[in-house]
C-alpha cells in the first residue's frame, strides 16, 4: 500500500512559478502543512517513507516526521518533471505545455513519458522490496503522474487534463 503525500507549500508554489528542478525551499505555510501532515499520521506505522531529492520533498519529510523512527529513504526517480528551459516561468505558461510535452521534452528539459519511466523503475523496486508493507511517498505533481498511470491505469493525458486539487494523501495499491 503507497500513501502519496505532495510535499508542502513551495515560495514557488505562493509565487506561482513553475519550479521543476529548481531546488526552491518550503515557505512558512508550507512547514505549517508539513507539521499537519506528521500529526495526520501521527499513529500510523509505515514500513518506510520515501521521498524525492528535491528539498520541498526532503524538508516535508523531516519536518513531518521529526523524532519517530521511520526509515526515510531519499530518491532523485520521484522529482518534479525538468521543465527545462521553462523552470521559474508562470505556472500558467508551464500548465498549458504540459499537454504538449506528454512525448516531446520541454526545451533542454524532460517529457512525461521521461518522468513515468522513471516512476516504473522506482515502483518496480517498491514491489520487490516492500511487497505486501506500507509505504508513504512524499513528491511532486509529476511523481503522482505516474502513480496514477502505472498503478490505475489512467493515461497521462487523463491525468494531465484533470484538474489537480489538494487532499489529505492518496491510497494506491502496488500489484
Not at 84 to 100: H, M, Q, R
Not at 102 to 115: A, D, K, Q, R, W
Not at 133 to 145: E, L, P, Y
Not at 147 to 160: C, P, R
Amino acid at each position: 500500500t503507497i500513501i502519496f503525500e505532495s510535499h508542502g507549500t513551495s515560495f514557488d508554489n505562493e509565487a506561482h512559478l513553475a519550479s521543476g528542478w529548481d531546488d526552491v525551499e518550503l515557505s512558512p505555510v508550507g512547514k505549517q502543512q508539513s507539521k499537519e501532515l506528521g500529526a495526520r499520521y501521527h499513529n500510523e506505522h509505515f514500513d518506510a517513507i520515501f521521498c524525492s531529492d528535491l528539498k520541498r520533498s526532503v524538508e516535508t519529510a523531516t519536518i513531518a516526521f521529526v523524532g519517530r523512527d521511520l526509515d526515510i529513504r531519499i530518491d532523485p526517480r520521484l522529482r518534479e518533471c525538468n521543465y527545462g528551459d521553462l523552470t521559474k516561468a508562470a505556472s500558467d505558461v508551464v500548465d498549458l505545455e504540459k499537454p504538449k510535452r506528454i512525448h516531446e521534452p520541454f526545451p533542454n528539459g524532460e517529457s512525461y513519458e521521461h518522468t513515468c519511466t522513471r516512476m516504473k523503475s522506482f515502483l518496480d523496486e517498491v514491489l520487490r522490496d516492500f511487497d505486501g508493507k506500507r509505504i508513504m511517498i512524499i513528491g511532486h505533481r509529476a511523481t503522482q503522474f505516474g502513480l496514477e498511470w502505472w498503478i490505475k491505469g489512467l493515461s497521462i493525458e487523463t491525468v494531465i487534463e484533470t484538474p489537480w486539487k489538494w487532499q489529505p494523501g492518496w491510497t494506491y495499491h502496488l500489484k
